[in-house]
């Protein structure tokens, strides 16, 4: 596929997954960070498209757990610095951004408690 073939299909993925999240009362649409196409929970941010593809906040142990398999890459600053509880999760099947997605709420909303 070309570059633009992936972004489609993966703009496409985001907006299944969002509107089936967004039958959750506490789920709202709006920006991730920046102008990014994102969801939160409760105000927080726990999944938004980015250029890289998906990107979802993840327990740490589980971030490490998706990069040291080759699924995904730790997001960083742009000064750099390694965010520990994100990561960018390109391409791939929109049922795997599924349970990337779900767990990233659950595990926002557990620390919103």
């Known amino acids: 596929m070309t570059d633009t073939a992936d972004s489609l299909e993966a703009e496409r993925c985001f907006e299944s997954l969002a509107a089936a999240h967004l039958s959750h009362a506490r789920v709202t649409r709006g ?15 726990f999944a938004m498209l980015m250029k890289t593809g998906l990107v979802v906040k993840l327990p740490r142990d589980r971030v490490d757990e998706l990069v040291a398999a080759g699924a995904g890459t730790r997001l960083e600053t742009r000064q750099g610095r390694s965010m520990k509880e994100w990561v960018s999760v390109a391409g791939g099947q929109c049922g795997d951004w599924e349970r990337l997605v779900d767990d990233a709420l659950a595990f926002v909303d557990s620390r919103s408690a």
């Open 31 to 45: 920006t991730g960070f920046g102008s990014t196409t994102g969801l939160r929970v409760d105000g927080r941010i």
